[in-house]
Protein backbone atom coordinates (compact mmCIF):
# COMPACT_ATOMS: atom_id res chain seq x y z
CA UNK A 1 0.00 0.00 0.00
CA UNK A 2 1.08 3.34 -1.06
CA UNK A 3 1.04 6.21 1.91
CA UNK A 4 2.25 9.95 1.67
CA UNK A 5 3.59 12.25 4.84
CA UNK A 6 3.67 16.04 4.35
CA UNK A 7 6.26 16.64 7.39
CA UNK A 8 4.98 20.88 7.56
CA UNK A 9 1.46 21.70 8.93
CA UNK A 10 1.70 24.86 8.29
CA UNK A 11 4.22 26.96 6.30
CA UNK A 12 4.61 31.03 6.71
CA UNK A 13 6.91 32.71 4.55
CA UNK A 14 7.20 36.58 4.00
CA UNK A 15 6.08 37.85 0.08
CA UNK A 16 8.60 37.02 -2.54
CA UNK A 17 10.67 34.84 -0.07
CA UNK A 18 11.21 31.02 -1.54
CA UNK A 19 9.49 28.25 -0.13
CA UNK A 20 9.81 24.72 -0.15
CA UNK A 21 6.63 22.42 0.52
CA UNK A 22 8.13 18.83 1.58
CA UNK A 23 6.07 15.28 0.72
CA UNK A 24 7.79 12.06 1.39
CA UNK A 25 6.23 8.88 -0.01
CA UNK A 26 6.36 4.80 0.66
CA UNK A 27 5.47 2.63 -2.13
CA UNK A 28 7.14 -1.08 -3.09
CA UNK A 29 6.08 -0.10 -6.61
CA UNK A 30 6.55 2.80 -9.10
CA UNK A 31 4.23 5.85 -8.18
CA UNK A 32 2.67 9.00 -10.06
CA UNK A 33 3.19 11.76 -8.00
CA UNK A 34 0.98 14.96 -7.70
CA UNK A 35 0.61 18.15 -5.92
CA UNK A 36 -3.23 19.67 -5.69
CA UNK A 37 -3.70 23.31 -4.50
CA UNK A 38 -6.82 24.06 -2.41
CA UNK A 39 -7.58 28.47 -2.30
CA UNK A 40 -9.67 29.34 0.63
CA UNK A 41 -13.22 28.31 0.20
CA UNK A 42 -12.49 26.49 -3.26
CA UNK A 43 -12.08 23.15 -4.41
CA UNK A 44 -8.75 21.08 -4.97
CA UNK A 45 -7.15 21.65 -8.44
CA UNK A 46 -4.05 20.19 -9.63
CA UNK A 47 -0.55 22.22 -9.32
CA UNK A 48 1.35 19.65 -11.53
CA UNK A 49 2.23 15.52 -11.81
CA UNK A 50 4.93 13.59 -12.15
CA UNK A 51 4.55 10.75 -14.04
CA UNK A 52 7.61 9.36 -15.60
CA UNK A 53 10.73 11.07 -17.31
CA UNK A 54 12.57 14.02 -16.03
CA UNK A 55 12.96 14.69 -12.65
CA UNK A 56 12.11 18.08 -12.49
CA UNK A 57 7.98 18.71 -13.05
CA UNK A 58 7.08 22.57 -13.55
CA UNK A 59 3.58 23.55 -13.19
CA UNK A 60 0.97 26.31 -13.07
CA UNK A 61 1.85 29.63 -11.34
CA UNK A 62 5.44 28.87 -10.85
CA UNK A 63 5.73 26.22 -8.87
CA UNK A 64 8.17 23.64 -9.49
CA UNK A 65 9.00 19.57 -8.06
CA UNK A 66 11.47 17.31 -7.94
CA UNK A 67 10.81 13.65 -8.04
CA UNK A 68 13.69 11.88 -6.23
CA UNK A 69 13.41 8.24 -5.89
CA UNK A 70 16.87 7.47 -3.50
CA UNK A 71 14.93 10.15 -0.90
CA UNK A 72 11.26 8.83 -1.85
CA UNK A 73 10.89 12.75 -1.38
CA UNK A 74 8.20 15.06 -4.23
CA UNK A 75 9.32 18.96 -3.11
CA UNK A 76 7.09 21.47 -4.12
CA UNK A 77 9.09 24.69 -4.35
CA UNK A 78 8.40 28.24 -5.76
CA UNK A 79 11.26 31.17 -5.85
CA UNK A 80 9.35 34.23 -4.97
CA UNK A 81 5.68 33.86 -3.78
CA UNK A 82 3.31 35.99 -3.81
CA UNK A 83 -0.08 36.85 -1.25
CA UNK A 84 -2.06 34.61 -3.94
CA UNK A 85 -0.49 32.01 -3.04
CA UNK A 86 -1.90 31.37 0.20
CA UNK A 87 -3.68 27.99 0.47
CA UNK A 88 -3.59 24.74 1.80
CA UNK A 89 -1.56 22.38 -0.52
CA UNK A 90 -1.87 18.25 -0.78
CA UNK A 91 0.87 16.00 -1.74
CA UNK A 92 -0.46 12.78 -3.56
CA UNK A 93 0.29 9.51 -4.74
CA UNK A 94 -1.37 6.30 -6.82
CA UNK A 95 0.56 3.34 -8.36
CA UNK A 96 1.28 3.23 -11.64
CA UNK A 97 -0.27 0.55 -12.99
CA UNK A 98 -3.61 -1.22 -12.01
CA UNK A 99 -6.47 0.70 -10.05
CA UNK A 100 -6.23 4.16 -9.30
CA UNK A 101 -6.48 4.38 -5.56
CA UNK A 102 -5.44 8.26 -4.81
CA UNK A 103 -3.86 8.50 -1.31
CA UNK A 104 -3.69 12.15 0.06
CA UNK A 105 -0.79 13.29 2.62
CA UNK A 106 -2.40 15.81 5.57
CA UNK A 107 -1.47 18.83 3.76
CA UNK A 108 0.75 21.85 4.26
CA UNK A 109 -1.12 25.45 4.83
CA UNK A 110 1.02 28.01 3.20
CA UNK A 111 0.89 31.39 4.59
CA UNK A 112 2.28 34.22 3.16
CA UNK A 113 3.05 37.48 4.96
CA UNK A 114 3.06 40.62 3.76
CA UNK B 1 -14.76 21.22 -18.83
CA UNK B 2 -15.86 18.42 -16.76
CA UNK B 3 -18.51 18.76 -14.16
CA UNK B 4 -18.49 16.64 -10.92
CA UNK B 5 -21.86 17.65 -9.19
CA UNK B 6 -22.29 16.78 -5.52
CA UNK B 7 -26.37 16.81 -4.54
CA UNK B 8 -26.12 19.20 -1.63
CA UNK B 9 -23.54 21.20 -0.34
CA UNK B 10 -24.67 21.51 3.24
CA UNK B 11 -26.42 18.86 5.20
CA UNK B 12 -27.42 18.14 8.58
CA UNK B 13 -28.75 15.06 10.01
CA UNK B 14 -29.68 13.78 13.45
CA UNK B 15 -27.16 10.76 14.54
CA UNK B 16 -28.35 7.30 13.52
CA UNK B 17 -30.52 8.55 10.50
CA UNK B 18 -29.43 6.72 7.34
CA UNK B 19 -27.98 9.42 4.80
CA UNK B 20 -27.26 9.72 1.17
CA UNK B 21 -24.49 12.02 -0.39
CA UNK B 22 -24.77 11.89 -4.54
CA UNK B 23 -22.42 12.45 -6.83
CA UNK B 24 -22.52 12.84 -10.74
CA UNK B 25 -19.99 13.50 -13.58
CA UNK B 26 -20.50 14.15 -17.21
CA UNK B 27 -17.48 13.19 -18.76
CA UNK B 28 -17.96 9.27 -18.52
CA UNK B 29 -15.33 8.69 -16.37
CA UNK B 30 -14.74 4.88 -15.09
CA UNK B 31 -13.53 6.17 -11.68
CA UNK B 32 -14.75 7.49 -9.01
CA UNK B 33 -13.97 8.31 -5.39
CA UNK B 34 -15.37 9.73 -2.01
CA UNK B 35 -13.10 11.36 0.51
CA UNK B 36 -13.44 13.17 3.76
CA UNK B 37 -11.60 16.21 4.17
CA UNK B 38 -11.25 17.08 7.95
CA UNK B 39 -8.51 19.77 9.40
CA UNK B 40 -4.96 18.53 10.21
CA UNK B 41 -6.21 14.82 8.57
CA UNK B 42 -6.28 16.01 4.97
CA UNK B 43 -8.25 13.51 2.59
CA UNK B 44 -8.88 9.90 3.55
CA UNK B 45 -10.24 8.03 0.96
CA UNK B 46 -13.36 6.18 2.04
CA UNK B 47 -14.14 4.19 -1.40
CA UNK B 48 -13.96 4.25 -4.43
CA UNK B 49 -14.94 2.57 -7.76
CA UNK B 50 -13.29 1.57 -11.64
CA UNK B 51 -16.19 0.36 -13.22
CA UNK B 52 -20.43 0.15 -13.37
CA UNK B 53 -21.19 -1.97 -10.05
CA UNK B 54 -17.26 -2.14 -9.11
CA UNK B 55 -16.71 -0.71 -5.62
CA UNK B 56 -12.98 -0.92 -3.32
CA UNK B 57 -12.82 0.10 -0.06
CA UNK B 58 -10.30 2.78 1.06
CA UNK B 59 -8.47 3.77 4.00
CA UNK B 60 -11.41 4.69 5.96
CA UNK B 61 -14.51 2.30 4.79
CA UNK B 62 -16.06 1.87 8.17
CA UNK B 63 -19.39 2.95 8.51
CA UNK B 64 -19.79 3.83 5.06
CA UNK B 65 -21.12 2.11 1.54
CA UNK B 66 -21.14 3.03 -1.65
CA UNK B 67 -23.39 2.37 -4.55
CA UNK B 68 -22.52 2.71 -8.25
CA UNK B 69 -25.58 1.70 -10.56
CA UNK B 70 -24.65 3.85 -13.27
CA UNK B 71 -21.48 5.04 -14.65
CA UNK B 72 -21.53 8.84 -14.03
CA UNK B 73 -23.52 8.22 -10.50
CA UNK B 74 -21.47 7.48 -7.78
CA UNK B 75 -23.78 7.14 -4.21
CA UNK B 76 -22.09 7.32 -0.23
CA UNK B 77 -24.28 6.34 2.00
CA UNK B 78 -24.10 6.42 6.11
CA UNK B 79 -26.07 3.81 7.21
CA UNK B 80 -26.49 4.90 10.85
CA UNK B 81 -24.79 8.67 11.25
CA UNK B 82 -22.51 9.37 14.13
CA UNK B 83 -21.14 12.55 15.35
CA UNK B 84 -17.94 11.88 13.90
CA UNK B 85 -18.57 11.28 10.80
CA UNK B 86 -19.27 15.36 10.72
CA UNK B 87 -17.07 15.74 8.18
CA UNK B 88 -16.50 17.67 4.61
CA UNK B 89 -17.33 14.95 1.79
CA UNK B 90 -15.58 15.49 -1.84
CA UNK B 91 -16.62 13.19 -4.88
CA UNK B 92 -13.81 13.06 -7.18
CA UNK B 93 -13.33 11.30 -11.07
CA UNK B 94 -11.22 10.87 -13.22
CA UNK B 95 -10.24 8.66 -16.40
CA UNK B 96 -9.69 4.68 -16.40
CA UNK B 97 -5.95 5.59 -16.41
CA UNK B 98 -3.82 6.27 -13.32
CA UNK B 99 -1.89 9.13 -14.49
CA UNK B 100 -4.82 11.25 -14.86
CA UNK B 101 -5.83 14.28 -12.37
CA UNK B 102 -8.98 14.00 -9.98
CA UNK B 103 -11.72 15.97 -11.04
CA UNK B 104 -13.40 17.47 -7.54
CA UNK B 105 -17.02 18.49 -6.60
CA UNK B 106 -17.28 21.20 -4.38
CA UNK B 107 -17.87 19.36 -1.77
CA UNK B 108 -20.66 18.47 0.89
CA UNK B 109 -20.49 19.52 4.32
CA UNK B 110 -22.36 17.18 6.65
CA UNK B 111 -23.27 17.89 10.26
CA UNK B 112 -24.57 15.37 12.04
CA UNK B 113 -26.28 16.39 15.56
Known amino acids: AQSVTQLDSQVPVFEEAPVELRCNYS??????LFWYVQYPNQGLQLLLKYLSGSTLVKGINGFEAEFNKSQTSFHLRKPSVHISDTAEYFCAVSLSGGYQKVTFGTGTKLQVIP | DVKVTQSSRYLVKRTGEKVFLECVQDMDHENMFWYRQDPGLGLRLIYFSYDVKMKEKGDIPEGYSVSREKKERFSLILESASTNQTSMYLC????????????FGSGTQLSVL
Open chain 1, 27 to 32: SSVSVY
Open chain 2, 92 to 103: ASSPRTGNEKLF
